[in-house]
């Protein structure tokens, strides 16, 4: 069974700072991993997708590199700001799951002014 | 474009009672999904739809029914609620297999 984990389950940064959350999964056999930012209250947000043949996706300040064979991930943020303060999981899509994600618990960063 | 959209945000029910979660998106996806969010469970799926007319169990779907009712409405229907289903419910769908998942605000549930 696929489990994923999240490390560290919180992070606290000064704003300006260069950060990485850290994803790993315990199946290598997957399909695509895809990162998710979650407000307080609200639905998830999708913020990078990335297809088992990619080693990485960049939008903006992120950039999530995926290392399948070791079974990791990692979301860069760059510069963070205030503004990125929210609750990050990522998700993997199995190649013997069919629809189903697996997400793990997610990463709660604050970002200080 | 809406995306996903859920209905209602927030409810309070009574153990037993009975109640229908929608959900609709307007992106024209195939793939729909069910998911709760426990604190300390993550997210897991209750059930899902990968295309129109057709249903499928995920992780959790025991005291759930589900409806596909057109390519755009999915519902999730809690038949005898229990204090165990409080929870908070969110809908997504994918265009493509492959594809990005896009959620739904979510619907707050208590069971009291």
């Known amino acids: 069974k696929q489990e994923v984990t999240q490390i560290p389950a919180a992070l606290s940064v000064p704003e300006g700072e260069n950060l990485v959350l850290n994803c790993s999964f315990t199946?290598?056999?997957?399909?695509?991993l895809q990162w998710f930012r979650q407000d307080p209250g609200k639905g998830l947000t999708s913020l990078l997708l990335?297809?088992?043949?990619?080693r990485e996706q960049t939008s903006g300040r992120l950039n999530a590199s995926l290392d399948k064979s070791s079974g990791r991930s990692t979301l860069y943020i760059a510069a963070s700001q205030p503004g990125d303060s929210a609750t990050y999981l990522c998700?993997?899509?199995?190649?013997?799951?069919?629809?189903?994600?697996?997400f793990g618990e997610g990463t709660q960063l604050t970002v200080n002014p | 474009n809406a995306g996903v959209t859920q209905t209602p945000k927030f409810q309070v029910l009574k153990t037993g009672q009975s109640m229908t979660l929608q959900c609709a998106q307007d992106?024209?996806?195939?793939?729909m999904y069910w998911y709760r969010q426990d604190p300390g469970m993550g997210l897991r799926l209750i059930y899902y739809?990968?295309?129109?007319?057709?249903?499928d169990k995920g992780e959790v779907p025991n005291g759930y029914n589900v409806s596909r009712l057109n390519k755009r409405e999915f519902s999730l229907r809690l038949e005898s609620a229990a204090p165990s289903q409080t929870s908070v419910y969110f809908c997504?769908?994918?265009?493509?297999?492959?594809?990005?998942?896009?959620f739904g605000p979510g619907t707050r549930l208590l069971v009291l």
């Open positions: 997504a769908s994918r265009l493509t297999f492959s594809g990005t998942q896009y």
């Open positions: 199946d290598s056999a997957i399909y695509n």
């Open positions: 990335i297809q088992s043949s990619q």
């Open positions: 998700a993997v899509k199995g190649e013997t799951s069919g629809s189903r994600l697996t």
């Open positions: 992106m024209n996806h195939n793939s």
């Open positions: 739809s990968a295309s129109e007319g057709t249903t």
